[in-house]
């Protein structure tokens, strides 16, 4: 007893040392910050150039006599007039009207300006089209803000809508981890503001997830790019999801409220206009959804978030900006029983399943992240970036499951209709979990940005500190007709009943593992763009390199360190020719340094030698834009190849990936990607996206098989319509068909052994919504003057109600020996309401 309360107390003084470690850095982080001063000298005019949807608008050309600049890709701007005399500004877009301004402003004062340029009568179908040039020479993906806070979905958010584009694959609507050409769920980087968030360690299902890390209500940029992206992005090998939080220029409060939760958003400027913020907070509750599944079950889940981005401008040259967010999940889950049909009309079958035990599991997660940036000049600007991130995760369960395997009545008029009526296997299923996880995650970077004569160079040094620490205690228990199975990949496995067996009795599955692991990484990189002409045709070329340097030490653990040196370069032409054509082609070699879970094999062992995995990228792609009825199309299409050697194999069991921590294989991926969007309905934006894929893996020179990702047809549908005799009823149909993928093999099955595929994933949400106050609908009395939007909806989850499966569960036969794959399905056709309201 007393050695039990010595090691609680000391893993108490363990966790309150982290923690206060953890406040200490963000409050020394803080006082430093504050300590930078500047004082402006000059009158100082700055700000955000908008359009008319409120979106940021890129080169616009800024004019003050003998002085000027220009609007960056987020639509700001600064300026620096001459003061105490009037000072004429003009603004000049292609495609908008000209915004002619006078200043007269003291010495050293600061004013923020925010002009909303107008577009030109003639121009306005041109520019309905999200994304600018800039980042159609990149090969970037741009994703309007207002489609994403308007079609949610079963699961809301920037995911929602990924899922539609090719080369992206969603087959759990319950989850927002996706897959990109070939690649898992841990081969995608996503950026906030600059600063790279983690996706959690422990989840294992959809429905434990809750709400992904980005808030759509505070997003004024989203960027995606499918692969072959530039050299400042980090070490994944498939894609980039790029965000912007926006920085607001009025007060604003808005909130929406569904069956599945809700979320509140406050935003605000001060008077001087230097402090600026936005905050919000998120419920979520999938009660609606995992109670329609054919699992009966008690499920009270509690998702819930709160996130800040704070800018202060001390003076038109240096900004300090806060991003925060506290995330903490609370999952109690109850099976109580489960029928699932299956077979064929002439041999139905189905699935009983008795359940005793629960589940209970929490996640809580703390971020923030401070950036401070320094504008030298216009042409240089220089950011400090320093960021935490801390998660604490617990998965216990333990859940007793009894089972029958049986046929099913199908006589037409019989009482017992659709019951089992003979039994073929029976058994029982004991699962057990005790696993905890601590992770402190601290980075310190420094980024620059330094445009001379037309060429843009930026660069960055980063260093990161990971210190995880993990017990994994898992083990599963499985008996057929009252006998138990040991595991497959053992010399004794049994054949009770069929033959007598006098080995030792095994679990099933048993893992015990205990992990104290640190990983310091130091990164770096520069990169060279530039715009230029090739006789009448524009060009743009752009080229880099990454280097990453890692060193993983631990308790009991060999330390090992590692460098990879990542070149990568993007060429794109726009031929002087009458229609509008760019073509591009992207390459490189990109790396993925192993992060703690792919350190850890399925034993739980941590194998700190694990290799980085390499895969050289080549992307040809062409963009197209024209006109169809008078209205704005393009069509984007990309050829792309992928080679990876170092591979570290892995299986996947619902979200749950686990690694062989080997890198023992090679592989190969190749595909074609197109997408067509403009405005199929005048106003609005929609798309068509259809994707070919092909990705094998060759294990230890066994041959090549599918890779567990190898989605072989995509198809997805973005479509937005209205009623042109009431345009304030709106409908969207968001429709995906992707075919299945390898998987669902029995737990240590060999997958030379089970290529067998998932059946294709179908899936079609509707939404319908009346907007009864917006910006061309306001109302000066009655109870909808307080609002400056608001709308009623009503969603169809699953229209078509389509019994999609994410993995399967085997069940042998006790007379034939056979093993059942009986499918587990997502959810079923599900209804939802849903208000929106702005104030």
Known sequence: MLEIVLHLNQHFIENNIRTLKFKFFFFAVFFISFQIKSLAQSATIRGVVLDE????????????????????????????????????????????????????????????????????????ATVVVKGNQRKRVEGITTIDPEIVRTIKGAQPGIENLLKTLPGVSITNELSTQYAVRGGNFDENLVYVNEIEVYRPFLIRSGQQEGLSFVNSDMVRNVEFSAGGFQAKYGDKLSSVLDITYRNPIKF?????????????????ISKDSKLSGIVGLRYRDNSLLVNAKQTETNYDPKFADAQAFVTYKFTDKFHLSFLGN??????????????TNFGTLDNPLALLVFYDG?????????FGAFKGSYFVNDNLTLKLITSAYHTTEEEYFDIFAQYRLGEVNSNIGDEDLGEV???????????HARNDLDALI???????????????????????????????????????AGFSINPPNIDAFNEQPYEPYSGPLVPFQDIRATNNT??????????????????????????????????????SIDTASQTVFSPRAQFAIKPNWDK???????????????????????SGTVNPKTKAQRSFHLVLGNDYSFEMWERPFKLVSELYYKNISDVNPYTVENVRIRYRARNNAKAYAYGLDLRLNGEFVPGTESWFSFGYLKTEENIEGRGYISRPSDQRLKFGILFQDYVPQIPNLKMYLNLVYNTGVPGGSPSYADPYDFQSRLPDYKRADLGISYVLVDAKNKANNGWKRHFEEFLIGFEIFNMFDVQNSITNTWVRDVYSKRQYAIPNFLTPRVFNVRLGMKF
Not at 326 to 339: K, V
Not at 421 to 431: D, T
């Open 53 to 124: 949807q409120n979106q940021p608008i890129e080169s616009v050309n800024i004019q003050a006599e003998s002085r000027g600049t220009s609007s960056n890709e987020n639509g700001f701007y600064i300026l620096k007039i001459p003061a105490n005399q009037d000072v004429t500004l003009q603004f000049t877009h292609i495609g908008h009207k000209s915004i002619t301004v006078t200043f007269n402003l003291k010495n050293g004062e600061e004013f923020e300006f925010n002009p909303v340029m107008s577009l030109e009568i003639e121009q306005i």
């Open 421 to 431: 009526e003979f039994s073929e296997g029976i058994g029982s299923q004991l699962n």
């Open 580 to 602: 509008d054509v760019l073509f591009r082609i992207g390459t490189g070699l990109y790396y993925q340094p192993p992060f703690y879970r792919e350190l850890r094999d399925s």
């Open 442 to 480: 601290t980075n310190v970077e420094h980024k620059g940005f330094y445009d001379i004569n037309d060429n843009n160079i930026e660069w960055s040094i980063k260093y990161t500190h990971e210190d995880i620490r993990d017990r994994i205690v898992e083990w599963e228990v499985i008996d057929s």
């Open 358 to 366: 629960q589940e209970q599991d929490q996640y809580q997660t703390y």
């Open 252 to 268: 604003g409060l808005s909130a929406d409220l569904s069956l599945l939760g809700g979320s509140i958003t406050a935003e605000g």
């Open 518 to 555: 640190k990983i310091d990484r130091l990164q770096a990189f520069a990169q060279w763009s530039k715009r230029s002409n090739l006789g009448e045709n524009e060009i743009f070329m752009n080229a880099g390199i990454r280097v990453h340097n890692w060193s993983v030490s631990g308790d």
């Open 326 to 339: 506290a995330s903490i999940n609370d999952y109690n889950y109850e099976p109580e029983t489960r029928q």
